[in-house]
C-alpha cells in the first residue's frame, strides 16, 4: 500500500521569506510524486511532479521540489513567497495507478 | 474541451435519494478517475478508468456506489440510496496517459445528504 504524510496542518510565512511545505512518503517501487494547490471553490491545480531524473523539480508559479530517496521526502519549497500563493497544498504519491493523497497543508503567506 | 466539467456543482439529496454525478473529461484523455474529498481532508480514490475500462474500483466505499464510462468519454457516478456519510465533494480527473502523467481535476460536485 502506498501512502503519504503531511506533517504539518499549517504552515505560516512573512511574504518574501522562503517557505517549505514537508511531505513524506511510502510506495514499493519507484514513486511517481505530485504537488497539488487548491484554492477556494476551485479544483485541484497541477504544480510539479518527479518522475524520474534530477532529484530538484521546478514547477509552476515559481515552486520547486526536492526528491529524496534515503529521507523518502518531497519537500515542497519557494525562495519567496507572495500573498496570493495562500492555499491548501495536497503532496500526493502514485506507483502507476491511482494518486493516494496526503491530508493537505494550509500555507498562509502574511503580507 | 478547455478543461474537466463536472456537473452538478452542488448537489443536495434527501437520505436515501439515487444520486448521479457527471464528468466530462479533457477531450482525448484516456484516463479517467473520480476521487472523494471530505471536509478538512485530502481526496480519496474511488475508482479509475482506461478508455471505457474500469481498472480499478478498490476505492467504491460501498456496493451503493457505481460508475460507469460506456463510450470512453463521459463518465457518471451514482450513488444508491444516499446516507449521510456520503456527504463530501466528489472530484473527476482525466489524464493523457495514467497517473505518471499529471492529472487535471474538475471543480467537483459538492453531494450535501441531508
Known amino acids: 500500500a502506498q501512502s503519504v504524510a503531511q506533517p504539518e496542518d499549517q504552515v505560516n510565512v512573512a511574504e518574501g521569506n522562503p517557505l517549505t511545505v514537508k511531505c513524506t512518503y511510502s510506495v514499493s517501487g519507484n514513486p511517481y510524486l505530485f504537488w497539488y494547490v487548491q484554492y477556494p471553490n476551485r479544483g485541484l491545480q497541477f504544480l510539479l511532479k518527479?518522475?524520474?531524473?534530477?532529484?530538484l523539480v521546478k514547477g509552476s508559479y515559481g515552486f520547486e521540489a526536492e526528491f529524496n530517496k534515503s529521507q523518502t521526502s518531497f519537500h515542497l519549497k519557494k525562495p519567496s513567497a507572495l500573498v496570493s500563493d495562500s492555499a491548501l497544498y495536497f503532496c500526493?504519491?502514485?506507483?502507476?495507478?491511482?494518486?493516494?493523497f496526503g491530508t493537505g497543508t494550509r500555507l498562509a503567506v502574511r503580507p | 474541451g478547455a478543461g474537466v466539467s463536472q456537473s452538478p456543482r452542488y448537489k443536495v439529496a434527501k437520505r436515501g435519494q439515487d444520486v448521479a454525478l457527471r464528468c466530462d473529461p479533457i477531450?482525448?484523455?484516456?484516463?479517467l478517475f473520480w476521487y472523494q474529498q471530505a471536509l478538512g481532508q485530502g481526496p480519496e480514490f474511488l475508482t479509475y478508468f482506461q478508455n471505457e475500462a474500469q481498472l480499478d474500483k478498490s476505492g467504491l466505499p460501498s456496493d451503493r456506489f457505481f460508475a460507469e464510462r460506456p463510450e470512453g468519454s463521459v463518465s457518471t457516478l451514482k450513488i444508491q440510496r444516499t446516507q449521510q456519510e456520503d456527504s463530501a465533494v466528489y472530484l473527476c480527473?482525466?489524464?493523457?496517459?495514467?497517473?505518471?502523467?499529471?492529472?487535471?481535476f474538475g471543480q467537483g460536485t459538492r453531494l450535501t445528504v441531508v
Open positions: 500526493a504519491v502514485s506507483s502507476g495507478d491511482k494518486l493516494t
Open positions: 477531450s482525448g484523455h484516456v484516463s
Open positions: 480527473a482525466s489524464s493523457s496517459r495514467g497517473t505518471n502523467t499529471e492529472a487535471f
Open positions: 518527479y518522475i524520474t531524473g534530477d532529484n
